[in-house]
């Protein structure tokens, strides 16, 4: 007998990349999608068209719609008919939190329960129900937790008798948008199925015009995009504006956001070296002349870049380091600011600017000499 899976098929990427997921493992699926109200009818008209691809290329997959409408038109959301405008901007913004429903996912999940129990008890199967909670999920959604679904899991099988033949899958528990979608990618890779098609049938946005376009500025939107963009992809979903013009739109609103949260994490200094490329004084930082054991990590990101062994006493009055660790992936851009032409080094994995690299180090170490900022490191004292 193959194995048994229930989920909510909401029409959005983490849900749709569950199901091909589950199908590439070998589940047989019944997708649940919910009728309550929203503003638009889209995601359900797409996931819809994605489970009739799957059933024509042979996929043991059910499709019920639920309609939880009357019950919902009591709830205060802006995702809901009735409800404020859907903001735009930055999915981690306080004002995102117009677009939570009330306990939305509690709802759904019990139907869920409820359902996977009912399929238990005809098939005589044991019945996962997969969830699409990543830990990328932001706190302005707390009934995205994974802690809210262990407790609502150990509510739910406290309240019903064969519980034991049902229970919760998070398959995406460690993962974030992109490498949720990596694994879709994968799956369809593996099922002979076509990513794109498939992807170009969910939708992100909240709020979408009459031809189903989104803008790409809503939060979830910009979150998608960077996702595909992370992946060198280019989403098949059709947007009002270009691809080129809601990706850069994207990374600009990323940048902003990166940027505000360094304000408010670095000091003036630090800030100044690291994000905008600037140096400190030489014999003024405050690891220039520090000797003690232990690591050198980006100040912006936390990422490791040297340890005090490649530290060495170069006089110039920066941190000097002759390599870099293994790890560490310093990105190296030419600088040729000030008249000259320097090799600039970056942080590889935020692009915090760190200093120049020169090839005047020590000859036993290869030659180079990572002249750093202190501004741009922060030191962690370790013992041996
Ligand atoms: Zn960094």
């Given at each position: 007998?193959?194995?048994?899976?229930?989920?909510?098929?909401?029409?959005?990427?983490?849900?749709?990349?569950?199901?091909?997921?589950?199908?590439?493992?070998?589940?047989?699926?019944?997708?649940?999608?919910?009728?309550?109200?929203?503003?638009?009818?889209?995601?359900?008209?797409?996931?819809k068209k994605n489970i009739a691809?799957?059933?024509?290329?042979?996929?043991?997959?059910?499709?019920?719609?639920?309609?939880?409408?009357?019950?919902?038109?009591?709830?205060?959301?802006?995702?809901?008919?009735?409800?404020?405008?859907?903001?735009?901007?930055?999915?981690?913004?306080?004002?995102?939190?117009?677009?939570?429903?009330?306990?939305?996912?509690?709802?759904?999940?019990?139907?869920?329960?409820?359902?996977?129990?009912?399929?238990?008890?005809?098939?005589?199967?044991?019945?996962?129900?997969?969830?699409?909670?990543?830990?990328?999920?932001?706190?302005?959604?707390?009934?995205?937790?994974?802690?809210?679904?262990?407790?609502?899991?150990?509510?739910?099988?406290?309240?019903?008798?064969?519980?034991?033949?049902?229970?919760?899958?998070?398959?995406?528990?460690?993962?974030?948008?992109?490498?949720?979608?990596?694994?879709?990618?994968?799956?369809?890779?593996?099922?002979?199925?076509?990513?794109?098609?498939?992807?170009?049938?969910?939708?992100?946005?909240?709020?979408?015009?009459?031809?189903?376009?989104?803008?790409?500025?809503?939060?979830?939107?910009?979150?998608?995009?960077?996702?595909?963009?992370?992946?060198?992809?280019?989403?098949?979903?059709?947007?009002?504006?270009?691809?080129?013009?809601?990706?850069?739109?994207?990374?600009?609103?990323?940048?902003?956001?990166?940027?505000?949260?360094?304000?408010?994490?670095?000091?003036?200094?630090?800030?100044?070296?690291?994000?905008?490329?600037?140096?400190?004084?030489?014999?003024?930082?405050?690891?220039?002349?520090?000797?003690?054991?232990?690591?050198?990590?980006?100040?912006?990101?936390?990422?490791?870049?040297?340890?005090?062994?490649?530290?060495?006493?170069?006089?110039?009055?920066?941190?000097s380091f002759h390599s870099e660790?293994?790890?560490?992936?310093?990105?190296?851009?030419?600088?040729?600011?000030?008249?000259?032409?320097?090799?600039?080094?970056?942080?590889?994995?935020?692009?915090?600017?760190?200093?120049?690299?020169?090839?005047?180090?020590?000859?036993?170490?290869?030659?180079?000499?990572?002249?750093?900022?202190?501004?741009?490191?922060?030191?962690?004292?370790?013992?041996?």
């Open positions: 007998m193959s194995k048994r899976a229930v989920m909510a098929l909401s029409g959005g990427m983490d849900s749709t990349s569950v199901l091909v997921r589950l199908l590439a493992d070998g589940y047989k699926v019944s997708c649940v999608s919910y009728l309550y109200g929203q503003k638009h009818s889209i995601e359900l008209e797409r996931a691809y799957l059933q024509s290329k042979g996929h043991d997959v059910v499709h019920e719609i639920v309609d939880l409408t009357s019950a919902m038109n009591l709830f205060e959301s802006a995702l809901l008919e009735g409800g404020s405008d859907v903001p735009e901007g930055h999915y981690e913004e306080e004002q995102m939190k117009a677009t939570v429903v009330p306990n939305r996912n509690a709802i759904f999940a019990s139907i869920l329960y409820g359902y996977a129990l009912s399929v238990s008890m005809r098939e005589g199967a044991n019945v996962s129900i997969a969830l699409g909670v990543h830990s990328g999920d932001h706190e302005i959604y707390p009934d995205c937790r994974p802690e809210f679904y262990t407790a609502l899991e150990h509510a739910f099988m406290i309240g019903n008798w064969d519980s034991e033949k049902v229970s919760f899958m998070l398959p995406y528990l460690e993962g974030d948008k992109t490498s949720i979608l990596k694994d879709a990618l994968n799956a369809c890779d593996s099922l002979g199925l076509n990513f794109d098609r498939i992807f170009e049938n969910t939708i992100t946005s909240y709020n979408p015009d009459g031809d189903g376009r989104s803008s790409g500025r809503s939060g979830s939107d910009v979150e998608r995009i960077l996702a595909f963009h992370a992946l060198d992809l280019v989403d098949p979903i059709e947007y009002v504006e270009p691809w080129t013009v809601v990706l850069e739109a994207a990374l600009a609103t990323e940048r902003a956001h990166k940027d505000a949260y360094y304000k408010e994490k670095l000091s003036e200094l630090q800030y100044h070296v690291s994000r905008l490329s600037g140096t400190e004084q030489a014999f003024t930082g405050m690891y220039w002349d520090e000797k003690r054991k232990g690591r050198y990590t980006c100040v912006c990101c936390e990422h490791l870049l040297f340890s005090s062994e490649m530290k060495f006493d170069s006089g110039c009055g920066w941190p660790d293994r790890r560490a992936a310093i990105d190296h851009v030419e600088d040729r600011t000030y008249g000259m032409v320097r090799t600039e080094v970056r942080c590889s994995k935020c692009d915090a600017h760190l200093g120049h690299v020169f090839d005047d180090g020590p000859r036993e170490h290869g030659g180079q000499r990572y002249c750093i900022n202190s501004a741009s490191i922060n030191f962690e004292e370790m013992e041996e």
